[in-house]
C-alpha cells in the first residue's frame, strides 16, 4: 500500500556526468549522443554582443561551482548567440549543443540564450568542483505559455531589495518570467511616488514606537530590480490595487475616499470599504500622476489594477459617485467599478499599456484587451477565453503557495482559509479550461504562483520564526518547480512520478545555491508487517522509529524492509544528505472522528480551562472552518469529568475586531444530559485571508472539571 511521499533531490558531488538527466521543467526535445565535453580550466565563454549579459550569469555560476574565474571573449569553447533564423523556436526558445569539442547555445532571441543557460547549468553536477564532464546531447525546446508568473505580497509584509532580488533568481532558475509584485494594499504603500511622498511616508509604515514597521522601495531600487529582472528573463509587473485595497493610500491623502475621514494605518488584515472616490476629479488626477510614474519605472506591457473585493457602502453614500453614477445611467455600483476601470484603461493605453486585474473585473464589463488573472472563480477563466481577452491562470486550489503543503505536525503555518496546496496539487492540473475551441484556448497565455503575506498580519510569531525570507522560500519551493513545468511543458508531456523522480536531484541544486525548501516525506511501501521506503532526494536516508517516539538524524535507517507490530507506533523522516535538514513526520494519521455528525472538529475544552460556575469565554481557531459567509452550527459534545459544561453564549469574531461578527446567546448545556448545546452563527462579512475566531462562553455547573470536543459545520448558504 503507498502511503505518501512528497519530493526532493540530491546529486552525488562527481566529475563524471550524469546517468540521467533531471531538468526542470522538462525540455520539448532531448536527444543524447555518444561522447561528452569536458569542462575545466582552459574554458572560454565566446558570446555574442546580445548574449554578453547572459555571459556574466553563466561566469558567476561557474566560478560559485568550479571556484575559479572563466574568461568572456568573442570565441571559446562554450558559444553563445542569438540568431533570428531559428525563429521557430520562438521568443523564449533555445537550441543547446554539448559535443567532445564544446558547447553550443543559440535562440532567435536573448530570453531564449538566458532559459537555454538554466538548462545548461542543471547537466552540471552539485557541489563545488574544480572540473566535470557533460554528456554529449542536442536539445530544442520552448515553453507551453508565454506568461509563467509569481506574485509576491510586499505590501502586508514588506520584503526588501536584497530579497526580492534573491526571489528573482529562485524564478529565473526555474524558467518563469514574470514576477507581479503586490506594492498596494489596505495595508502597505511600497512604491515611491515622487509627487505625492506621504504614500510612503505615511502609507508605507503602520503601528507605533518598537512596534512601528515597514519599508518602501525608492525609484532608484525599483530601477535596479528591473535592470535585474531583465538579465534574468524576467518582466516585473507592478500591481496598483483599485478601486479597493487602497486605505494606505487614503491614510496619507484623505480626500482620495469618499467621506475624507482621517484613518491611521492599519496593524491586521482586513478589507476596507474606504474605495477611492470615483465621482471627484481629484481622484482621478492621482491616478493618472501616479500611472504616470509607474509607467516610466516599470517598462511591462502591463500594469496590474486588482480590482477585487470592493465593498460598495461607501460609494452608496457619497454623493459625488451616485452623481457621476447617474450622468452615466448606470444601472449600480458594480456598473460603476466597470466605468472606472475602462477609464483607467484608458489612461494607460495612452502609455501604451494595457491593465491586468483579477477575475472579479471580468464581471463589472472590461474590454477585450483587459487581461484577466482568475483567481476565485473558475469559470471566469473560460467567460474570459471566450470572450478574447488574455487569461493568466492563479487558482486558489492549485497556485496560491501561502497555503500550506499539508496539514501535518511541524507544518509551517499559512493562510489557513483554503485547503493546503499540495505539490500535487501545484502540478496536476490543466490551466485550460473545459469547453472551449482551439481559437480560445489561445487566449489563455499563462499560470501565476502566489504568494500572499497577509497570515503576518494576524500570525505575529510568523514574524520572526521563521521569518519572511525563510518563510518565502519553503512555501515557493518546491511548488514553484510544479508551476514552472505547468507552464512550460505541454500537457501530454508531464507525468507527476516522472517529476517526482527528476525533482530528487534539484533539491540538492537548492541546497547548493543556499535556498531553504520544504523536503518531502519519505515514499513508504507497506505489504502487511512490512514496511519498506524510497528517500525522495538523491544521497539522503529514511531514518525510522518502530516505539511511537519522533524519529531523528540519529535513528536507525530504514534499509530494504523493517517487520512493524504496530503500525500505529512506526514513524519515519527524510534526512537530507548533509545530515541536518529532515522532513516533517510521516506517522498514522488519528482514527476519524467519531462525531462527524456534528461536522469538522473546532477544538476541545479541557478540565480546569473552563469556568467554575461562572462563564470563562475560551477561544477557538476556525479559520479556513469559516469559509465563506452562510449559516454555521457549533456544537459542544461532552466526553468526560465530573462536571456538565454549560454554555452560555458563542460569537464569532474576525482578526482583531472587538466587535463581533456573529452572536447566539442562550443557554445550553452538555454531560450525562444535554440540552441546546448547538449554536447558530450566521455570517455576513466574510473576507479572504481572515482569521476567524469562535468565542464560547461556558463553564462547569459545580466546579471546573469538564471535557469535550466543539465541532462546527456549515448548515445553509
Known amino acids: 500500500m503507498l502511503l505518501t511521499a512528497l519530493m526532493a533531490s540530491a546529486l552525488t558531488l562527481a566529475t563524471q556526468p550524469p546517468a540521467t538527466l533531471s531538468l526542470i521543467p522538462k525540455p520539448v526535445s532531448v536527444t543524447q549522443a555518444s561522447g561528452a565535453f569536458v569542462l575545466d580550466e582552459h574554458v572560454v565563454i565566446g558570446t555574442d554582443t546580445a548574449s554578453r549579459p547572459a555571459a556574466t550569469l553563466l561566469s558567476g555560476w561557474l566560478k560559485a561551482t568550479t571556484g575559479r574565474a572563466t574568461k568572456i571573449a568573442s570565441k571559446g569553447s562554450i558559444t553563445m548567440k542569438v540568431n533570428p533564423s531559428l525563429a521557430k523556436l520562438g521568443a523564449e526558445g533555445y537550441q543547446l549543443e554539448v559535443s567532445p569539442k564544446g558547447v553550443s547555445?543559440?535562440?532567435?532571441?536573448?530570453?531564449?540564450?538566458?532559459?537555454?543557460?538554466?538548462?545548461?547549468?542543471?547537466?552540471?553536477?552539485?557541489?563545488?568542483?574544480?572540473?566535470?564532464?557533460?554528456?554529449?546531447?542536442?536539445?530544442?525546446?520552448?515553453?507551453?505559455?508565454?506568461?509563467?508568473?509569481?506574485?509576491?505580497?510586499?505590501?502586508?509584509?514588506?520584503?526588501?531589495?536584497?530579497?526580492?532580488?534573491?526571489?528573482?533568481?529562485?524564478?529565473?532558475?526555474?524558467?518563469?518570467?514574470?514576477?507581479?509584485?503586490?506594492?498596494?494594499?489596505?495595508?502597505?504603500?511600497?512604491?515611491?511616488?515622487?509627487?505625492?511622498?506621504k504614500l510612503t511616508e505615511i502609507g508605507g509604515f503602520r503601528g507605533e514606537g518598537a512596534a512601528r514597521e515597514g519599508g518602501f522601495y525608492t525609484q532608484a531600487d525599483i530601477k535596479e530590480m528591473v535592470a535585474y529582472a531583465a538579465a534574468r528573463n524576467i518582466t516585473i509587473v507592478p500591481e496598483i490595487?483599485?478601486?479597493?485595497?487602497?486605505?494606505?493610500?487614503?491614510?496619507?491623502?484623505?480626500?482620495?475616499?469618499?467621506?475624507?475621514?482621517?484613518?491611521?494605518?492599519?496593524?491586521?488584515?482586513?478589507?476596507?470599504?474606504?474605495?477611492?472616490?470615483?465621482?471627484?476629479?481629484?481622484?482621478?488626477?492621482?491616478?493618472?500622476?501616479?500611472?504616470?510614474?509607474?509607467?516610466?519605472?516599470f517598462p511591462s506591457p502591463y500594469i496590474h489594477i486588482g480590482g477585487d473585493e470592493a465593498k460598495y457602502t461607501k460609494w452608496k453614500a457619497c454623493p459625488d459617485c451616485q452623481k457621476k453614477k447617474t450622468e452615466l445611467g448606470l444601472a449600480d455600483e458594480k456598473a460603476l467599478q466597470g466605468w472606472m476601470t475602462r477609464e483607467v484603461e484608458a489612461i494607460l493605453a495612452k502609455k501604451g499599456r494595457r491593465i491586468l486585474g483579477w477575475d472579479e473585473i471580468l464581471r463589472c464589463g472590461?474590454?477585450?484587451?483587459?487581461?484577466?488573472?482568475?483567481?476565485?472563480?473558475p469559470k471566469a477563466a473560460g467567460d474570459a477565453a471566450r470572450s478574447g481577452n488574455p487569461v493568466m491562470m492563479a487558482l486558489t486550489d492549485h497556485c496560491y503557495f501561502d497555503f500550506p503543503e499539508s496539514k501535518l505536525r511541524g507544518e509551517l503555518q499559512g493562510a489557513g482559509w483554503r485547503p493546503p496546496v499540495t505539490l500535487q496539487a501545484a502540478y496536476d492540473w490543466n490551466p485550460v479550461p473545459t469547453g472551449l475551441t482551439p481559437e480560445q484556448q489561445k487566449n489563455v497565455i499563462g499560470v501565476q504562483g502566489c504568494l500572499w503575506t497577509d497570515m503576518f498580519l494576524h500570525k505575529p510569531e510568523l514574524k520572526t520564526n521563521p521569518g519572511p525570507a525563510l518563510y518565502g522560500d519553503y512555501f515557493t519551493l518546491p511548488r514553484a518547480a510544479a508551476l514552472a513545468e505547468v507552464a512550460w511543458t505541454s500537457q501530454s508531456q508531464r507525468s507527476f512520478p516522472d517529476f517526482t523522480e527528476r525533482m530528487k536531484r534539484q533539491y540538492v541544486r537548492y541546497s547548493d545555491y543556499g535556498w531553504n525548501f520544504r523536503l518531502p516525506l519519505p515514499e513508504l511501501v507497506r505489504n502487511g508487517n512490512q514496511v519498506s521506503a524510497v528517500c525522495p532526494i538523491e544521497g539522503g536516508t529514511v531514518r525510522y522509529t518502530t516505539d511511537g517516539t519522533d524519529p531523528t538524524a540519529s535513528s536507525p535507517e530504514l534499509k530494504g524492509t523493517v517487520t512493524v507490530t504496530r503500525f500505529e507506533d512506526f514513524k519515519a523522516i527524510t534526512l537530507a544528505p548533509d545530515g541536518k535538514r529532515t522532513s516533517l513526520i510521516f506517522e498514522t494519521v488519528a482514527a476519524a472522528n467519531q462525531f462527524k455528525q456534528y461536522g469538522t472538529k473546532l477544538g476541545e475544552w479541557k478540565s480546569g480551562k473552563v469556568g467554575d460556575r461562572k462563564p470563562l469565554p475560551v477561544e477557538f481557531d476556525a479559520t479556513g472552518l469559516i469559509s465563506s459567509d452562510g449559516t454555521y452550527q457549533v456544537t459542544f459534545v461532552y466526553t468526560g469529568g465530573r462536571e456538565r459544561l454549560d454554555i452560555d453564549k458563542v460569537e464569532v469574531f474576525r482578526n482583531a475586531e472587538t466587535t463581533a461578527l456573529a452572536t447566539d446567546t442562550h443557554h445550553g448545556f452538555t454531560g450525562g444530559a444535554k440540552k441546546d448545546n448547538a449554536y447558530t452563527l450566521k455570517i455576513n462579512g466574510y473576507q479572504t485571508g481572515a482569521r476567524f475566531t469562535v468565542r464560547a462562553h461556558i463553564y462547569g455547573d459545580e466546579g471546573s472539571d469538564s471535557n469535550g470536543v466543539v465541532l462546527i459545520k456549515k448548515i445553509s448558504d
Open 105 to 197: 547555445l543559440s535562440a532567435p532571441k536573448y530570453a531564449g540564450i538566458v532559459n537555454g543557460l538554466q538548462t545548461f547549468r542543471q547537466l552540471w553536477p552539485t557541489g563545488k568542483v574544480p572540473k566535470f564532464t557533460l554528456p554529449a546531447l542536442k536539445i530544442e525546446d520552448q515553453p507551453a505559455y508565454a506568461w509563467r508568473g509569481m506574485m509576491l505580497d510586499v505590501s502586508r509584509y514588506f520584503m526588501d531589495k536584497a530579497y526580492v532580488l534573491h526571489f528573482l533568481d529562485i524564478m529565473a532558475a526555474h524558467k518563469l518570467n514574470v514576477l507581479h509584485l503586490h506594492l498596494i494594499d489596505d495595508q502597505g504603500w511600497r512604491v515611491e511616488i515622487k509627487k505625492y511622498p
Open 241 to 297: 490595487e483599485l478601486p479597493a485595497h487602497t486605505l494606505s493610500a487614503v491614510c496619507a491623502y484623505p480626500w482620495l475616499a469618499c467621506t475624507g475621514k482621517q484613518h491611521t494605518m492599519p496593524t491586521t488584515h482586513f478589507i476596507s470599504d474606504d474605495l477611492y472616490c470615483a465621482g471627484k476629479a481629484t481622484t482621478w488626477t492621482f491616478l493618472s500622476d501616479v500611472l504616470g510614474e509607474l509607467c516610466a519605472l
Open 366 to 377: 472590461v474590454s477585450p484587451t483587459a487581461g484577466i488573472m482568475p483567481w476565485a472563480d
